[in-house]
């Protein structure tokens, strides 16, 4: 395990927006999934520092050297009533692995989410990632055996997206139709 002075994690910086996508390509691959990542630099600066960020970031350096990365989100659980910390992605180097570098990166998120009153910190590995599952048991992680993901992405987010749009008829969609009804509210509350 790399002693405290030669591991350091910090937040990243939008200089450091190359090596976080070099990361998550890495990650794609270890996955096998490469053809997943289509991400580009562009996204991923949008996403960490443009006009409404929606993800952070933070980097493991063990001495000089790139040694892992975390993507994370924020969500908010309804049952709970409080905040939580979902992390995207989690990747440690292949020559940093088995020294601490992922607990670091994991300890941090930990201790963000508790500074922020966070309720869990959740993430996703893959079915066949043994070692990673029995590293995060390890760590007190537990599965979400009952839980199954669900994703729409791509053509099918479009389908439900469009659905019940009619350009023809100029039927509102029902985000349409509810905007339409809080616009004369707000107008009023304003007046």
């Known amino acids: 395990m790399p002693s405290n ?89 292949h020559q940093f692995r088995g020294r601490g570098v992922g607990k670091a990166l994991l300890l941090t998120l930990a201790r963000l989410g508790r500074e922020r009153g966070c309720g869990r910190l959740e993430w996703s590995v893959l079915n066949w990632n043994e070692q990673a599952m029995e590293f995060y048991q390890d760590l007190g992680a537990v599965p979400m055996d009952e839980w199954t993901t669900f994703r729409l992405s791509g053509d099918a987010l479009d389908r439900l997206a469009s659905s019940g749009e009619s350009h023809a008829h100029d039927e509102l969609s029902p985000v349409k139709k509810v905007a339409q009804r809080v616009a004369p509210l707000r107008e009023r509350r304003h007046a």
Not at 18 to 35: H, N, Q
Not at 49 to 60: H, N, S
């Open 5 to 93: 002075t030669d591991l350091q994690i910090r937040s990243v910086q939008e200089s450091d927006v190359p090596l976080v996508l070099e990361f998550i390509r890495k990650l794609a691959e270890y996955g096998d999934i490469s053809s997943e990542a289509t991400v580009t630099e562009a996204d991923l600066r949008a996403a960490l520092f443009g006009a409404r960020p929606v993800a952070e970031a933070i980097l493991a350096y063990v001495r000089d050297e790139p040694a892992g990365f975390a993507v994370y989100s924020f969500t908010f659980s309804s049952f709970r009533g409080q905040p939580g910390i979902y992390v995207e992605d989690l990747f440690v180097e």
